[in-house]
């Protein structure tokens, strides 16, 4: 059986003036999903969530969520939905117990101190709970952020680059507790960045975008798997390593040659065996250096479309 679909789109599209920020775009999130939205600066993410989110109308196409659509549904879907986009508001002046009590009754939510108290402690913030806002780290402030995105207990949590700004140790408790939320607190999520690396570390699925299309979907193991590595091997004897070669199976997967090095095109676990080729052939490999196409790919698509 098909898992059950919590956002399904299909032919989205949406036009600033002249600019086309996304361009037909199918894509699906099942129940349980941490679905990576990736793309570089530009490629019309925020512009997806934004209609997501129902604060912008699409030109075109359909949003269903939850099964249901969403232009007709709003309000009961919107209940379900959890999000944090653009930088969370807080009363900087107010101590982080009290922002959180003040947001919570302003959309009917169980504000009792054991359950504000229990959300600040999911991020690691119930020692500051009494502390202003005001003197919070950026990264503090994005993890109260999220728990203003999870006071009404959503069942689908959308995170706009939840770690912009963060440092590698804030990146890290983001990533750890949108874990947490997915495996312990069975939520959806669907999360953009436009950082690959931070994506496939945590995402079942994934989606790349460019130019407000996609190029790429599916999940995180297939396209990781399947995917074709660049390898350097560096050698001692280039030239006999050269001819061992092209006198072997591995022929017809070595691409390039440049001074002492040889450019193959493999899966990841033939890497090892082609070494143990060398070095049985008493060539000596000083480096091997794989470069991921999906990086490769990844990069690509984002050079010279950064802000
Ligand atoms: N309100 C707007 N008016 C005009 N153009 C817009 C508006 N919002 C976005 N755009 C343009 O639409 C395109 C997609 O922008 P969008 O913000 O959706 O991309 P993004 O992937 O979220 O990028 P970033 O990571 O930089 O936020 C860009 O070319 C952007 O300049």
Known sequence: MEKEKIIEVKGLSKKYKSII?????????????????L???????????????????????????????????RIEIL???????EKPDFYLY???????????????VDTSKKKIMEMLELVGLEKRAYSKVKTFSHGMKQRLGLVQA?????????????????????????????????????????????ILREVELIATRMIIINK??????????????????????????????????????????????IKNELLFEMKKNEISELNKFFVQNEINVNAVIPVRSLEDYFLKITEGTGK
């Open 150 to 194: 999870l006071l009404h207990d959503p069942e689908l949590i959308i995170l706009d680059e939840p770690t912009t700004g963060l440092d590698p140790q804030g990146m890290k408790e983001i990533r750890e507790l949108i874990v947490y939320l997915s495996k312990e607190k069975n939520k959806t999520i669907f999360l953009s960045s436009h």
């Open 212 to 257: 407000g299309k996609a190029q790429v979907e599916g999940t995180v193991d297939e396209l990781l798997n399947a995917e074709i590595l660049s390898v350097t091997f560096e050698v001692d004897e280039i030239e006999k390593a050269i001819d061992l070669i092209n006198n072997s199976q591995w022929k017809s997967i070595l691409k390039n040659t």
């Open 79 to 85: 209940k379900k939905v959890g999000a944090i986009v």
């Open 21 to 37: 920020a996304v361009d037909n775009l199918d894509l699906n999130v099942y129940r349980g999903d941490v679905f990576g939205f």
């Open 39 to 73: 793309g570089p600066n530009g490629a019309g993410k925020s512009t997806t969530i934004r209609m997501l989110l129902s604060l912008i109308k699409p030109n075109s196409g359909s949003i269903k969520i939850f099964g249901l659509p969403l232009e007709k549904n």
């Open 94 to 108: 107010l101590n982080a117990y009290k922002n959180l009590e003040i947001l919570g009754k302003l959309s009917g």
